[in-house]
């Protein structure tokens, strides 16, 4: 099934806008723990391969759950920022909003980066500008 999601810059954002769905909730009209998390993770990872020209993999996060995340409100606005980097550690600052703008649920997380050799020969990196569109 697939999140689907789509990913944008923004600055020095990478962000998406993505409109949940019944079958991802886990309290009636509340969106799952779990999906929040997965989607914070995955802008993240991809704010890494454009924003860093790499690929890395989780190490650690650490998610805080403000609000409800409502799955009846409309798309919310996922996005993600790295706030450090070293030559093998990148932390990112990811967070939902609702429809409405508000601040629901962020997450520091740290992410293991690879080199952009090893992330094209051992994890199929295609390279920064596979994630453009050309004009």
Known sequence: MGLRLEFYEEGEKVLCHWLPTPEFQGFTGVLHGGIQATLLDETGGWTIMVKMGTA???????VKYRKPVRTDEGALRIEATVTSSTARIAILLCSIYSAAGELCTEAIIE?????????????????????????
């Open 111 to 135: 992410y293991f980066i690879f080199s952009e050799e090893r992330a094209r020969k051992e994890l199929h990196y295609p390279g920064k500008t596979a994630f453009f569109s050309d004009p």
């Open 56 to 62: 890395g993999v989780t190490s650690k996060m650490e």
